[in-house]
């Protein structure tokens, strides 16, 4: 079996697992949840529908030719705008925990998922039309930025800067790995920091949650959760008290099933299982920036780097806010937590992997082409590799 080949097996193998860790812990927590509306087995069976509905849709991705999205981006970009602008209508737009990122038509579900997808094809899209542009200030730093800062400009005032975050995080990967100058990147992480912060102050929210980071001591109401997510982590120690038997799921700890279900892995699992759980993500970022340098075609390579960034980042962001490492931003672990507009959009996610590794070179390629990767996906290694 040849490495390539490998790293498809062990990316699905990773999700597979990390899908039936969070049905298994979703059957311990949802009992306790607030909108188990008394059956504790009612949002493990929702999370089971949307599972259902995310392998069809990841089936179907991994199926089209993804050079399909490069065709139509302005269409997923253009729904992307709609379903944000939907979530400040009234009677669509649904308000929950003092935020707007939920809209109901028929079903409830967060647009701010759709516009993660759309950014990363978007900016794919944009540095796939000519290598040059990745050089020049307008067109190859101004005009990707504008485009997924258009996204981010609506799900912001939705009180969703996760999100928000998330998008931009990733959009200045892939213009690093594109080949956008460092010095204009640098103006963009200086101006971003800035933003962040004008935003922490004018929200007093964000600020409350910004200074129980800084001084939990300080400000206990605000830091609560974070802390009883370090005494779930706490209690488990190496071998955890036993599946089912966790305390801090009941009560203690709020949303103990979506955002901070990681400590409860800790808590009823111990050290060892949690410690599986960030080797099995960075085999999933290993397999997928594997799989993305394999790609035929500049918008493949992008394309792929951006959907593993953007779950990885995912990822990193919730365990570093369970483990106290960074301030509360409402996030969910990607394929474990409960949500299903968030698990669908990492199943399609796996999905485009999956098709780009199905057209990606193989080895017989390389050897035909006499070289061991095409020049483009060689100078993503090297970016990689620094």
């Not at 049905?23 to 009992?31: E, I, P, Q, Y």
Request: proline residues 4%; aromatic residues 12%.
């Amino acid at each position: 079996m040849n490495a390539h080949r490998t790293s498809v097996y062990l990316l699905v193998a990773a999700v597979i697992g990390l899908i039936v860790l969070g049905l298994v812990m979703m059957s311990s927590t949802s009992a306790y949840a607030p909108e188990s509306r008394g059956d504790p087995m009612f949002l493990l069976n929702l999370q089971v529908k949307w599972l259902a509905v995310g392998v069809v849709l990841c089936a179907f991705a991994a199926a089209l030719d993804y050079h399909l999205l490069q065709k139509t981006w302005w269409l997923w970009f253009g729904i992307a705008v709609v379903l944000l602008v939907c979530c400040f209508v009234p009677h669509i737009g649904h308000s929950k925990f003092g935020s707007r990122r939920w809209i109901k038509l028929g079903l409830q579900f967060q647009p701010s998922e759709f516009a993660k997808l759309a950014a990363v094809v978007t900016v794919a899209w944009w540095f796939s039309r000519k290598e040059s542009y990745e050089r020049e200030f307008t067109r190859g730093f101004l005009a990707p930025l504008g485009l997924a800062g258009a996204l981010m400009a609506l799900i912001a005032p939705e009180v969703d800067l996760g999100s928000t975050a998330l998008i931009g995080g990733t959009t200045f990967v892939l213009m690093f790995i594109a080949g956008t100058r460092v010095r204009f990147l640098s103006l963009a992480v200086v101006s971003a920091s800035a933003a962040l912060a004008l935003a922490i102050y004018k929200m007093p929210e964000r600020t409350g949650r910004f200074l129980a980071f800084m001084y939990p001591d300080k400000y206990p109401a605000d830091a609560y959760q974070t802390v009883q997510g370090l005494i779930a982590l706490g209690s488990g120690g190496v071998d955890g008290l036993g599946l089912g038997m966790g305390r801090q799921k009941m009560m203690y700890l709020p949303f103990a099933h979506t955002d901070f279900i990681f400590p409860v892995v800790g808590e009823e699992l111990g050290l060892r299982w949690t410690l599986a759980v960030v080797a099995t993500y960075l085999i999933f970022i290993l397999c997928g920036a594997a799989i993305a340098m394999r790609a035929r075609d500049r918008f493949g390579m992008l394309l792929g780097f951006g959907v593993t960034v953007i779950i990885a980042l995912q990822a990193a962001v919730n365990i570093g806010v369970t483990t106290a490492l960074l301030p509360n931003k409402g996030l969910p672990l990607p394929f474990i937590s409960y949500g299903g507009t968030n698990l669908v959009f990492c199943l399609i996610g796996v999905g485009i992997l999956i098709n780009i590794y199905r057209q990606g070179l193989n080895e017989k390629d390389e050897k035909r082409a006499g070289t061991v990767l095409s020049a483009r996906v060689r100078n993503a290694r090297k970016v990689v590799r620094l």
